[in-house]
């Protein structure tokens, strides 16, 4: 949720621009070296003074509004965060068959801290819900995100992915992103 307050002295004409990024549009990256296994834009929405502004084509990345604004005007963006799954090009060989997490803009990384087994055997069948979990106990609260896997093929287990950025804070421990992908 963003949230814009005009706070101009006085009231005038000219375009706000909300960048509404690629993630957002069902894009992780500006090329074709990674891709969303779902690539549905995210229903992001914005609103002025509560009202729904429609969404015209982008330019360059931006959302244009253009209005006279006046002083008190609020602008809320709506940005929602859906887990996604990311690929890597079929060229990069060491990631064939392997899925990373995002969420919004954050990947995410499975550690050995929260796992009772060694995470580089695992695998996240391509069917396996996952789902975002908020945790204020953890990290100073961070977001986790939740799925069942598979250990050596066939034990299922509880997997736990945190931001990546947090990964190492408790600990030196086997870490990955790159999770082998069982059918």
């Known amino acids: 949720q963003v949230a814009i307050t005009i706070e101009s002295a ?10 509404i990024p690629g993630w957002a549009q069902g894009r992780p990256f500006p090329s ?11 229903d992001w929405t914005v609103k002025v003074n509560g009202q729904a502004v429609e969404a015209t084509p982008l330019d360059k990345g931006y959302l244009r509004v253009r ?5 008190g005007d609020r602008v809320e963006l709506h940005l929602p965060m859906p887990v996604r799954r990311v690929y890597a ?19 995410y990384c ?18 396996s819900p996952v789902t975002a979990e908020h945790r204020k106990d953890l990290l100073g609260g961070v977001t986790v995100l939740l799925a069942k ?8 287990v509880k997997l736990t992915a945190v931001p990546y950025y947090a990964w190492q ?7 990955t992103v790159w999770i082998v992908e069982a059918e």
């Open 149 to 156: 896997g598979l250990a050596e093929g066939e034990k299922p």
């Open 89 to 107: 090009h079929e060229s990069v060989e060491h990631d064939r068959g392997r899925v990373a997490l995002m969420r919004g803009p954050i990947v």
């Open 169 to 175: 804070n408790r600990g030196i421990d086997e870490m």
């Open 67 to 71: 209005r006279s604004w006046k002083p």
């Open 10 to 19: 006085e009231q005038a004409e000219f375009d706000l621009c909300l960048r």
């Open 110 to 127: 499975l550690e050995g801290v929260d796992h009772d087994l060694s995470i580089l055997s695992v695998t996240l069948p391509r069917k």
């Open 32 to 42: 074709d070296l990674y891709r969303f296994g779902d690539p549905s834009p995210a």
